[in-house]
Structures are given as structure tokens and as C-alpha cells.
């Protein structure tokens, strides 16, 4: 499967944007999908995953301001971020784990436990 993100952009503090990320080709019915982040000199940072029943996980960061979602007859994620903060300036990448079973609980904020990544999208948020 291959992944697609868009709707990166700029935005002053405070400020809204949703992010998009497009699945061509097969998904596991057991899937699941997470967005990470990566600020320049920092690791690569969980923010929120979702599992194919719906199940969310999320940061600390992500708590209240970012909502996950998922459209499984557009095989496309979503992230809802709201009162944005310069720190959430990063590039944010989604990602597939295409036969999660009982681990996303446990792994969902893991870069390795997944199988496939997207390019990732640019999100810069002024203060």
C-alpha cells in the first residue's frame, strides 16, 4: 500500500488544519494508521493512531487539540489539529501497520512496529 499526505501548510497560533493521508492499494482488515511527527533535531514523535474498530491512541501533545479519524471507503486518515502551537511546527508522516492484532495499544506510538510510510507533509505554525 502507498501513502499520500496532504493539507499541510502555514498558520498562526491558534489556528486550524487537517491533515489528509490517502491509502492506494489493499488494506488489512486488522489494520492500523498513526501520524508522527519530526521537528528539526528531534526524533520522530507519536501523535495519535487509530485501529480499524476505531480505537484511538494519543500523545500527551495531541490530547484535546488533534482528533484522528478515518474514512475506510476512501481508505484516507485525518488529523483535525486545533489551537495550534509554534511547537507543533514539524513534518508530519502517517503510516500503516497492515496486521495489528492486539498491538496497537502497546506499540502504536513505536515508528518500527510499521510496515509503510508516506512522504510527509509540512505543517509551520507562527507565533
Known amino acids: 500500500v502507498r501513502l499520500m499526505e496532504s493539507g499541510g501548510g502555514s498558520v498562526q497560533s491558534g489556528g486550524s488544519l487537517r491533515l489528509s493521508c490517502a491509502a492506494d492499494g489493499y488494506m488489512h482488515p486488522s489494520h492500523c494508521m498513526g501520524w508522527f511527527r519530526r521537528s528539526p533535531g528531534k526524533e520522530h514523535e507519536g501523535v495519535a493512531s487509530i485501529d480499524n474498530n476505531g480505537n484511538t491512541n494519543y500523545a500527551d501533545s495531541a490530547k484535546g487539540r488533534f482528533t484522528i479519524s478515518q474514512d475506510n471507503a476512501k481508505n484516507t486518515l485525518y488529523l483535525q489539529k486545533n489551537s495550534l502551537k509554534p511547537e507543533d511546527t514539524a513534518m508530519y508522516y502517517c503510516?500503516?501497520?497492515?496486521?495489528?492484532?492486539?498491538?496497537?495499544?502497546?506499540?502504536?506510538?513505536?515508528?518500527?512496529?510499521?510496515?509503510?510510510w508516506g512522504q510527509g507533509t509540512q505543517v509551520t505554525v507562527s507565533s
Open positions: 503510516a500503516a501497520k497492515a496486521v495489528a492484532g492486539y498491538g496497537a495499544a502497546t506499540f502504536w506510538a513505536d515508528r518500527g512496529w510499521y510496515n509503510r
